[in-house]
Structures are given as structure tokens and as C-alpha cells.
Nanobody
Framework: QVQLAESGGGLVQAGGSLRLSCAAS????????MGWFRQGQGKEREFVAA???????????LYADSVKGRFTISRVNVENTVYLQMNSLKPEDTAVYYC?????????????????WGRGTQVTVSS
């Protein structure tokens, strides 16, 4: 079983930055592919970013078009943590952000692929 705990959410003005953290426990972090999703009020959950396990070519990443160039996902295996650096935030980025994981390789933008989920952290961007 894998436990995921997000932190770092909060209230920020448009144009500002936040860094979300997700600490994983209960399974070898090196074996987990990680992702971030978000769900705005009244909206469906949507993919934000994903990072693969370390492979011979390094870590592969994938981003939603809406965040590409503004958000960066990274993982630090010795800390069992994945981060989401969010810059140039917009009011439409307001949502609950969820960390997710699955055992395996590659990157995936489908929520169906992920077996483990955190409880989420609220990000609110004011205009």
C-alpha cells in the first residue's frame, strides 16, 4: 500500500508562484510513477503533470498544454517526494491539487492508470 500526502497549497495572487510537495510512503518510491491532477469546483478532475521512475535515459515528464512552460514536476528519490513548481499562476489554476502514483514505468495522463491518491491540497489564485 502507498500513502501520499500533499502540502504547499494556499492563496496566491495571479502571477505568483507556489510549490506543492507530495511525500510518499509504504512502497519503494523509486518504483512509483508519479502524477499531479487537479479538480476545480464544478469541474472534472484533469491531468496536470507526470514524472516517470528513473530510467536509463533519466526521468520522463509530461504536462497538460494548459500548464506547459509554467509548471515543473520533479522528484527527489532520497526524499521520497515529488514536487510541482507552479509559476505565473492564473485564476483558472484554482483547484484542489491531487498527487497520484502507480507502480510501473513510463508517464501517463490518464487518472485511470493511477492506483494511489492523496487527499489533495487547495490552491486558490486571486485576480
Amino acid at each position: 500500500q502507498v500513502q501520499l500526502a500533499e502540502s504547499g497549497g494556499g492563496l496566491v495572487q495571479a502571477g505568483g508562484s507556489l510549490r506543492l510537495s507530495c511525500a510518499a510512503s509504504g512502497q519503494s518510491f523509486r518504483r512509483l510513477a508519479m502524477g499531479w491532477f487537479r479538480q476545480g469546483q464544478g469541474k472534472e478532475r484533469e491531468f496536470v503533470a507526470a514524472a516517470s521512475t528513473f530510467e536509463w535515459s533519466g526521468v520522463s515528464t509530461l504536462y497538460a498544454d494548459s500548464v506547459k512552460g509554467r509548471f515543473t514536476i520533479s522528484r527527489v528519490n532520497v526524499e521520497n517526494t515529488v514536487y510541482l513548481q507552479m509559476n505565473s499562476l492564473k485564476p483558472e489554476d484554482t483547484a484542489v491539487y491531487y498527487c497520484a502514483a502507480y507502480l510501473g514505468s513510463g508517464v501517463d495522463n490518464s487518472a485511470l492508470k493511477y492506483d494511489y491518491w492523496g487527499r489533495g491540497t487547495q490552491v486558490t489564485v486571486s485576480s
